[in-house]
């Protein structure tokens, strides 16, 4: 069974940084595509940035300059390096590692932007 578990959420002033790691389980991990997506009170779940298995990345307009997204194959584990960090990007973030036909989301962890 494949899991992806969240960590590293929490509450920031307005302008600081905050990291977020994502742990997989699986064997197909190295060739899986990774993302971040985000959902806040009243909206719809959304895309945040993910990364293609050769290193290409997208990016919401919203976060680009201030996100970044990596991972590590040999751990398993996918990265969101989070700056300038402002009030709107509050929301449950959750990652998502995607094979084939294997689509696994984590259970989210909770990032609140306090201004």
């Known amino acids: 069974q494949v899991q992806v578990v969240e960590s590293g959420g929490g509450l920031v002033q307005a302008g600081g940084s905050l990291r977020l790691t994502c742990a997989a389980s699986g064997t197909f991990f190295s060739l899986a595509v990774v993302g971040w997506y985000r959902q806040a009170p009243g909206k719809q779940r959304e895309l945040v940035a993910d990364m293609f298995t050769g290193g290409s990345t997208n990016y919401a307009d919203s976060v680009k300059g201030r996100f970044t997204i990596s991972r590590d194959n040999a751990r398993k584990t996918v990265y969101l390096q989070m700056g300038s960090l402002k009030p709107e990007d509050t929301a449950v973030y959750y990652c998502?590692?995607?094979?084939?036909?294997?689509?696994?989301w984590g259970q989210g962890t909770q990032v609140t932007v306090s201004s």
């Open positions: 998502n590692v995607r094979f084939g036909s294997i689509n696994v």
